[in-house]
């Protein structure tokens, strides 16, 4: 992979995130309610709104705000939260690492148990179990992830698995309170094992409704591909030399079938992420996800634009991420 | 040329009966159809079949329990919820908002994604650059922040929530229609309309535009399914109608806060939504095999 198709790809990345900046604007500029007047009580005069209005910049002309915007962003200044009265970006970082940490719990999850499923499906083909997996690869993919929360939820209550959390993100009686928001990764490190076991199991259940629907895609892709590298010559090479099935299946015919898989797992990644936003709201889990539909409640405008901004370059990162990846993966791609 | 038109495989044209007699071969055409048609029959009549006002409140009837339990209270076939108010009525008038916005969501959606990938395949140069390349900002954004963004910046209810998802997935039907069109577009009916001196616009709409048709009808019924889910989440965030109106994924919400006390809130508004996506997951594969000329070879 040569730096300049690294530098194209970043390059290409502004003006995408500049329209993404730019619809967000236009949109929460259209918003007949006022925010200053949620903000303030009812005994405010007149004067008191204007100073307000004059202070989020809101006083100015539409195309004004936007380059006083834009000029804010390049400097790293996201605004002011209006209903948290902090700063945008410190709002968001603080809740960032929840949400990735979630988001990497589920996609390991997702790979585990599509690659699994895949395997399982590829070894059985034409039999039974080939049948089976494919029926739950449709079923699971059929059912969106914020239905999945739910009905996790509703198993839990059902039939009373207390040990399973549902809300939150961490067990009150655990005393652990981390310099980042790594949680999961920093209780490892510090080696408090009780903590890691409470945020791991209040993260179970999201990661769960996440990672389902990326698990059966997974699986769906994988398996074909793995079927398309049985029937190449080295395969049968390999059945010559005596070597088992299941042999063949994991170690010669999945390693050339993950290419293909890696790219649309990248792609379906982002959507995992956009998932946050409803999933973590059900199980009350503390990331930028939940962050944004009270942002949207409470008509926060300018941390609105901030988490809107905020995935839209997790999706664009991720993107270049499964390019480069793809680019080692395949020797064709280096020299693009 | 019409005639000919309607078949791009360039096998013999099919008459309108053997089109539906391989439709009510085909299992999930038939499985999907007649669960829609059980929920659309129930949406239609639900002033006549629901045995109570789905708003009524009775307080003194607050989380009785469904007829399956002890104590359910007799004609509550489904028990009632936190306000006491017939869970049955409730999903049956449920059943009315999910179609209404599943419908018209979607064919908005269609009608916006449709012309627009019609003329970005169509027309190339500068106009498919454009569009394109709108389809890629749109789709930079998490779908569910943006509907929900979309609906807070409209206000709620359900012209925003119909208008929300219009205004999200268009994309889906534009990109697929414009690969369609410019697919179409090389074939040799095309070329000949353009020989016989058609104008550009009578080649897209009467050429092309019936040889995308069983390719949007089978997006259309996806879109119903994703459609039914978006109103639900919306409701469920309290973006789409008033509380007290019945929507399936307002039941939804009130279950989850209750969830601990009264779990059969919550039980049968998931189990309908998961069940109407699915028969129109199923419809729309379904429909794709009967209708998608290369698949059925």
């Given at each position: 992979?040569s730096?300049?198709?690294l530098l194209?790809?970043?390059?290409?990345?502004?003006?995408?995130?500049?329209?993404?900046?730019?619809?967000?604007?236009?949109?929460?500029?259209?918003?007949?309610?006022?925010?200053?007047?949620m903000?303030?009580?009812?005994?405010?005069?007149?004067?008191?709104?204007?100073e307000?209005?004059?202070?989020?910049g809101?006083?100015?002309?539409?195309?004004?705000?936007?380059?006083?915007?834009?000029?804010?962003?390049?400097?790293?200044?996201?605004?002011?939260?209006?209903?948290?009265?902090?700063?945008?970006?410190?709002?968001?970082?603080g809740r960032?690492?929840?949400?990735?940490?979630?988001?990497?719990?589920?996609?390991?999850?997702?790979?585990?148990?599509?690659?699994?499923m895949?395997v399982?499906?590829a070894?059985?083909?034409?039999?039974?179990?080939?049948?089976?997996?494919?029926?739950?690869?449709?079923?699971?993919?059929?059912?969106?992830?914020f239905?999945?929360a739910?009905?996790?939820?509703?198993f839990?209550?059902?039939?009373?698995?207390?040990?399973?959390?549902?809300?939150?993100?961490?067990?009150?009686?655990?005393?652990?309170?981390?310099?980042?928001?790594?949680?999961?990764?920093?209780?490892?490190?510090?080696?408090?094992?009780?903590?890691?076991?409470?945020?791991?199991?209040h993260?179970?259940?999201?990661?769960?409704?996440?990672?389902?629907?990326?698990?059966?895609?997974?699986a769906?892709?994988?398996?074909?591909?793995?079927?398309?590298?049985?029937?190449?010559?080295?395969?049968?090479m390999?059945?010559?030399?005596?070597?088992?099935?299941?042999?063949?299946?994991?170690?010669?015919a999945?390693?050339?079938?993950?290419?293909?898989?890696v790219t649309?797992?990248g792609v379906?990644?982002?959507?995992l992420?956009?998932g946050?936003?409803?999933?973590?709201?059900?199980?009350?889990?503390?990331?930028?996800?939940?962050?944004?539909?009270?942002a949207?409640?409470?008509?926060?405008?300018?941390?609105?634009q901030?988490?809107?901004?905020?995935?839209?370059?997790?999706?664009?990162?991720?993107?270049?991420?499964?390019?480069?990846?793809?680019?080692?993966?395949?020797?064709?791609?280096?020299?693009? | 040329m019409?005639?000919?038109?309607?078949?791009?495989?360039?096998s013999?044209?099919?008459?309108?009966?053997?089109a539906?007699?391989?439709?009510?071969?085909?299992?999930?055409?038939?499985?999907?159809?007649?669960?829609?048609?059980?929920?659309?029959?129930?949406?239609?009549?639900?002033?006549?079949?629901?045995?109570?006002?789905p708003v009524e409140?009775?307080?003194l009837?607050?989380?009785?329990?469904?007829?399956?339990?002890?104590?359910a209270?007799?004609?509550?076939?489904?028990?009632?919820?936190?306000?006491?108010?017939?869970?049955?009525?409730?999903?049956?008038?449920?059943?009315?908002?999910?179609l209404?916005?599943?419908?018209?969501?979607?064919?908005?959606?269609?009608?916006?994604?449709?012309?627009?990938?019609l003329?970005?395949?169509?027309?190339?140069?500068?106009?498919?650059t454009?569009i394109?390349r709108?389809?890629?900002?749109?789709?930079a954004?998490?779908?569910?922040?943006?509907?929900?963004?979309?609906?807070?910046?409209?206000?709620?209810?359900?012209h925003?929530?119909?208008?929300?998802i219009?205004?999200?997935?268009?994309?889906?039907?534009?990109?697929?229609?414009?690969?369609?069109?410019?697919?179409?577009?090389?074939?040799?009916?095309v070329?000949s309309?353009?020989?016989?001196?058609?104008?550009r616009?009578?080649?897209?709409?009467?050429?092309?535009?019936?040889n995308?048709?069983?390719?949007?009808?089978v997006?259309?019924?996806?879109?119903?399914?994703?459609?039914?889910?978006?109103?639900?989440?919306l409701?469920?965030?309290?973006?789409?109608?008033?509380?007290?109106?019945?929507?399936?994924?307002?039941?939804i919400?009130?279950?989850?806060?209750?969830?601990?006390?009264?779990?059969?809130?919550?039980?049968?508004p998931?189990?309908?939504?998961?069940?109407?996506?699915?028969?129109l997951?199923?419809?729309?594969?379904?429909?794709?095999?009967?209708?998608?000329?290369?698949?059925?070879?």
């Amino acid at each position: 992979m040569s730096w300049s198709f690294l530098l194209r790809r970043l390059l290409l990345a502004i003006p995408t995130l500049f329209g993404v900046a730019a619809i967000v604007f236009v949109l929460l500029r259209v918003v007949p309610g006022d925010p200053i007047a949620m903000l303030i009580g009812p005994g405010a005069t007149e004067r008191d709104i204007a100073e307000l209005r004059r202070l989020y910049g809101l006083d100015e002309s539409i195309a004004l705000q936007f380059v006083y915007y834009l000029q804010d962003l390049a400097g790293g200044n996201f605004g002011t939260s209006i209903s948290m009265r902090q700063d945008v970006m410190e709002l968001v970082l603080g809740r960032l690492p929840v949400t990735i940490e979630l988001c990497l719990v589920a996609m390991l999850v997702a790979v585990g148990l599509g690659g699994a499923m895949a395997v399982a499906g590829a070894y059985w083909r034409g039999r039974p179990g080939e049948a089976a997996v494919d029926g739950a690869a449709g079923f699971i993919l059929a059912i969106p992830d914020f239905l999945w929360a739910l009905l996790f939820i509703l198993f839990v209550v059902v039939f009373a698995l207390d040990g399973l959390p549902i809300s939150g993100r961490i067990g009150h009686d655990v005393g652990f309170r981390g310099a980042t928001g790594f949680l999961l990764i920093e209780s490892l490190l510090r080696l408090r094992f009780d903590a890691f076991g409470s945020v791991l199991l209040h993260t179970v259940l999201p990661a769960f409704a996440l990672a389902l629907p990326l698990a059966a895609i997974i699986a769906r892709v994988l398996k074909t591909s793995i079927a398309e590298a049985m029937t190449q010559d080295y395969i049968l090479m390999a059945r010559v030399k005596g070597f088992s099935r299941a042999r063949i299946v994991c170690r010669e015919a999945l390693r050339n079938a993950l290419v293909p898989t890696v790219t649309l797992t990248g792609v379906q990644f982002t959507f995992l992420v956009g998932g946050t936003v409803l999933v973590e709201k059900i199980f009350s889990y503390p990331g930028i996800g939940n962050m944004a539909i009270d942002a949207v409640i409470n008509r926060d405008l300018p941390l609105i634009q901030g988490l809107v901004l905020t995935f839209a370059v997790l999706f664009i990162a991720i993107n270049l991420l499964v390019d480069m990846s793809y680019a080692l993966l395949n020797p064709r791609m280096r020299h693009g | 040329m019409a005639e000919a038109a309607a078949v791009p495989g360039g096998s013999l044209p099919h008459g309108q009966g053997s089109a539906l007699r391989r439709m009510l071969a085909n299992r999930r055409v038939v499985l999907g159809g007649a669960v829609l048609l059980f929920f659309a029959l129930a949406a239609v009549f639900a002033p006549l079949i629901a045995p109570h006002d789905p708003v009524e409140q009775d307080l003194l009837l607050q989380y009785a329990p469904p007829v399956w339990a002890d104590r359910a209270e007799p004609g509550y076939l489904f028990g009632t919820d936190n306000l006491g108010r017939d869970i049955l009525s409730r999903l049956i008038y449920g059943a009315q908002i999910a179609l209404f916005v599943a419908v018209t969501a979607a064919a908005a959606a269609g009608l916006l994604g449709t012309a627009l990938g019609l003329l970005a395949g169509y027309l190339g140069g500068w106009v498919d650059t454009v569009i394109s390349r709108l389809v890629e900002i749109w789709m930079a954004f998490p779908a569910v922040l943006l509907s929900i963004v979309l609906v807070a910046v409209m206000g709620t209810g359900l012209h925003s929530v119909i208008i929300a998802i219009a205004a999200i997935d268009w994309t889906r039907f534009c990109r697929v229609v414009r690969a369609e069109t410019m697919a179409q577009k090389q074939q040799d009916y095309v070329a000949s309309a353009v020989t016989v001196g058609l104008g550009r616009m009578h080649i897209l709409w009467r050429e092309i535009l019936p040889n995308v048709l069983p390719l949007l009808i089978v997006l259309f019924t996806l879109e119903m399914g994703i459609a039914v889910i978006v109103e639900a989440i919306l409701s469920y965030v309290n973006l789409s109608l008033a509380s007290d109106f019945p929507t399936w994924g307002t039941m939804i919400a009130d279950g989850r806060k209750y969830v601990n006390q009264a779990p059969w809130l919550m039980i049968l508004p998931i189990l309908c939504v998961i069940a109407l996506v699915l028969a129109l997951n199923a419809l729309g594969d379904g429909l794709k095999d009967v209708l998608d000329p290369v698949m059925r070879k």
